[in-house]
């Protein structure tokens, strides 16, 4: 596609559910990052893809959170068991690397709300 | 630790004015650092990248400079407009997994007033 997808756009889940939520990048870019962002607040990294690599899972908050991605690809953060602080703009990237500079192509987000 | 300062407050100013962001960085050596624009309700937009051997980059109104010995870089806008009006994010590039990733630093709303 033209652009980075996210869905859904917006979830809204009962604290303890799981959830999972999907970003489509920007074909042939080779890295993926997901972000969560609080209302008001700047960018969390939370993981990142580059390749074949293993993926930099140092931001993750829990052993609640994981995320897969299935090649250069799809990828999709699942939420285990959610609380009510996970509420927040799940954003996904994703990058193409030019003379060694990742420059990011951002999604709309997907907004969670757990109630 | 690691840190990102940008100023959390809002910057208020009048159009035509030139608006002057602050990124401030204790601990990293980034190869680079961008700077993203975002808007309420939408991911960031990319708008700049300089990297450690370049003193300052241009784009149309946009300007950045980068000094690695003060560890900060400011970002300005000329003849600043309202539509210029939204949040700037910082972001540090450090080389990870064969790749680079990038953390962002909270971001400064800006408010251009007609």
């Known amino acids: 596609g033209a652009g980075v997808s996210q869905s859904p756009s917006n979830k809204v889940t009962e604290k303890g559910k799981d959830v999972e939520l999907r970003c489509d990048p920007i074909?042939?870019?080779?890295?993926l990052y997901w972000y969560r962002q609080r209302l008001g607040q700047g960018l969390e990294f939370l993981i990142y893809f580059q390749g074949n690599s293993a993926p930099d899972k140092s931001g993750l908050p829990s052993d609640r959170f994981s995320a897969e991605r299935t090649g250069e690809s799809v990828s999709t953060l699942t939420i285990q068991r959610t609380q009510q602080e996970d509420s927040a703009v799940y954003l996904c990237a994703s990058s193409l690397r030019v003379r060694g500079a990742n420059v990011l192509t951002f999604g709309a987000g997907s907004r969670l709300t757990v109630l | 630790s690691q840190k990102i300062e940008q100023n959390s407050e809002a910057l208020n100013i009048q159009e035509g004015k030139t608006a002057t962001l602050t990124c401030n960085y204790t601990?990293?050596?980034?190869?680079?650092l961008q700077w993203y624009r975002q808007d309420p309700g939408r991911g960031p937009v990319f708008l700049l990248l300089?990297?450690?051997?370049?003193k300052e980059k241009r784009k149309e109104r946009l300007k950045v400079t980068f000094d690695t010995t003060l560890k900060q870089s400011l970002f300005h806008i000329t003849a600043s407009q309202p539509a210029d009006s939204a949040t700037y994010l910082c972001a540090l590039a450090t080389v990870r997994n064969a790749g680079n990733m990038l953390t962002f630093g909270g971001g400064t709303r800006l408010m251009v007033k007609p």
């Open positions: 300089i990297r450690e051997n370049e």
């Open positions: 601990n990293y050596s980034p190869a680079y």
């Open positions: 074909s042939g870019h080779t890295a």
